[in-house]
């Protein structure tokens, strides 16, 4: 089955402890991102992928880190999380960066 | 720069009602537009795209056309169910952004049986 897959669905950490996002893809997409969901806000990028070695920051990439060295891995790392980035994550990929997007399920962070 | 507005919600209407879920944008040149559709627990997906000015797009009983006069894309279904129930988000993209997409800040729908 196509799919993105996200690991964890919930995660619940503390200040500082660093931690990673897993997402891949099993589709052989080119084109990978990460966003972050707050409510009133909508969907807002933090870094993608145009493929292999590429990345690129989106509108909020502070805070965080992306690697792409495999075309169906695409890891986020908070080296220090903080509270604000409490948040509800999304991984997506799509075969280019033009065409429609293919969503993981979410991974829902909770700092303290 | 390039925006996307939507109206807000929730949106609440009674099963078998007409929606309109009203999207407006501001970008240059000629994007490409798109609803996505979010249901409970879930990520996002594709509900429906137009490329082109006139394009009507259309999945599921929803439609949407691409007007560029009033540089809308409003979505309507005719007859809404209970599972229709999700959070709804219009997104446009251009080439000469990467075709980063721009998102609208979403709006909740519930449907009441």
């Known amino acids: 089955e196509a799919q993105v897959t996200q690991n964890p669905r919930y995660l619940i950490t503390v200040t500082g402890k660093k931690l990673t996002v897993t997402c891949s893809q099993n589709?052989?997409?080119?084109?990978m991102s990460w966003y972050r969901q707050d409510p009133g806000l909508g969907l807002r990028q933090i870094y993608y992928s145009m493929n292999v070695e590429v990345t690129d920051k989106g509108d909020v990439p502070e805070g965080y880190k992306v690697s792409r060295k495999e075309k169906r891995n695409f890891p986020l790392i908070l080296e220090s999380p903080s509270p604000n980035q409490t948040s509800l994550y999304f991984c997506?990929?799509?075969?280019?960066?033009?065409?429609?997007?293919?969503f993981g399920n979410g991974t829902r962070l909770t700092v303290t | 720069g390039n925006s996307v507005t939507q109206m807000e919600g929730p949106v609440t209407l009674s099963e078998e009602a007409f929606l309109t879920i009203n999207c407006t944008y501001t970008a240059t040149g000629y994007p490409s537009l798109f609803w996505y559709v979010q249901y409970p627990g879930e990520g996002l997906q594709l509900l429906l795209k137009a490329t082109k000015a006139d394009d009507k797009g259309s999945n599921k009983g929803f439609e949407a056309t691409y007007r560029k006069e009033t540089t809308s894309f409003h979505l309507e279904k005719g007859s809404v169910q209970v599972s229709d129930s999700a959070v709804y988000f219009c997104a446009l993209s251009q080439m000469d952004s990467n075709y980063q997409l721009i998102w609208g800040a979403g709006t909740k729908l519930i449907i009441k049986p």
């Open positions: 997506a990929s799509s075969y280019t960066g033009n065409s429609p997007l293919h």
């Open positions: 589709m052989n997409h080119e084109y």
